[in-house]
């Protein structure tokens, strides 16, 4: 069940769509444009909905959907006929045909309501042909057709598609804003609510994933578990450890995760900063590690200024080693050796 009042920020679009909702005049098509995650087919959802229910509420000046009647039931279900999907078989491009017979040729068909729309999850991969078949259409639309194209890149479309599209563009959204939904709503702990916005870089589809997501949580903590035990630990144990913690799946294949990687140097990365505030501020208010405060303490006394930079540094040197397609596992072990000789 999803409203406006759910849509944290992104103020412009959702008055745009209100002003839209309230005089009756929905444009023909629109282009949400946003990073994977940052709430395209939300956002697209939730205005679709509005536009077809049946008995439409105005909460506080706020159109909103009622959430109830027979079309939003259909639309919460995804099986509303009147909002089509348009999906596609390949997964790197969306072809003319797909384009053509789920979007230009089903349009003449008549809708069940009086407003038929279409949603284009991955705008980005129409061909080029895709994209011309789609101007016709957005050239003479039937009056009861709206089109909304997500992606999450404008660059990819023709100069024609985008000057008959209102375009919108998503914006990060604000950290304190992310945390207080993320506790508010979905009943995040402070902590955890807090680590998730500092990794998420203003990306709400992002915090929500990463404050749920139990690998995370796993990776975060079996990070800290290594750092903290380096200085007792065989390098034979240390690659094991490294290999288990940075698998995909228990049992699966010992072939690192990429993102598992990145993920891992981003948890020492903010873990070493944490130190490092720590040192100058000697509390803990600002800590994004706080459940790990007996630690972070023990080492702040340990380690001087100059050391933590040398860790940071290294940290930074195993990113540019992944990135050019370094053996990760090589990579992080000569990290934790760094570490080690600092911490
Ligand atoms: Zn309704």
Redesign the pocket.
Known sequence: MAHFLDIIDQDQIKEHMQNALKTGKISHAYIISGDAGSGKKMIAGVFA??I?????KDVDGVIE?????????Q?QSQSHPDIRIVRHEKATSIGVDEIRQQVCDDVYIKPYSDHKIYIIPDGELMTQQAQNALLKTLEEPPAYATILILTSNIDAFLPTILSRCIVFNLKPVRDDLIQKYLMEKRQVVDYKAQLAVSFAQGNVGKAILLSENEDFERLKNGAIDLVSRLGRTQISELIERLQTLLSPKEGSEKKMDVILTNDFLDVLLFFVRDILVYKAENSADHLIFADKLSYISSVTEKCSYKEIDNILMAIERARARIRANVNSLMTLEMLMLDIKENL
């Open positions: 909905q509005t077809l229910c049946e008995d439409k959907n009622c959430g109830e009647c027979h079309s939003c039931k639309a």
